[in-house]
């Protein structure tokens, strides 16, 4: 019995990093602005490494900005890089993972830096 569940826990969790994965590719056209932004808010922010630089040299967003998990975004596919590590994420930790995936609220943050 315990097989069977260990089994429908390991199918949904795969199903939950493909919709993770959808989700974050749908939002492409916003990502894309990103790296723009944050070449933006780095000079004016005078950051000379970091997530921003990361943005606009290798295209690519750190998802947290202390990088806990190790978890990034393609900017130019929008795709999830390494989404394997979605198995460091704790269940409660979920919303604030999506919360950190919305490509809006990462172009709002860059432009409040940018605006501040």
Request: aromatic share 10%; hydrophobic share 40%; with cysteine.
């Amino acid at each position: 019995m315990t097989t069977n569940i260990e089994a429908r826990v390991e199918e949904l969790k795969t199903q939950l990093s493909e919709e993770i994965q959808n989700f974050c590719r749908s939002q492409i056209d916003t990502w894309s602005q990103v790296p723009e932004l944050a070449f933006k808010a780095n000079s004016i922010k005078g950051f000379s490494c970091g997530r921003y630089a990361l943005a606009y040299c290798s295209q690519s967003w750190s998802v947290f900005s202390s990088d806990i998990f190790g978890l990034w975004i393609d900017l130019r596919t929008g795709e999830l890089g390494t989404p394997e590590l979605l198995d460091r994420i704790q269940l409660g930790q979920l919303s604030t993972l999506l919360e950190h995936l919305c490509a809006d609220e990462v172009v709002k943050f860059l432009q409040t830096e940018i605006d501040s």
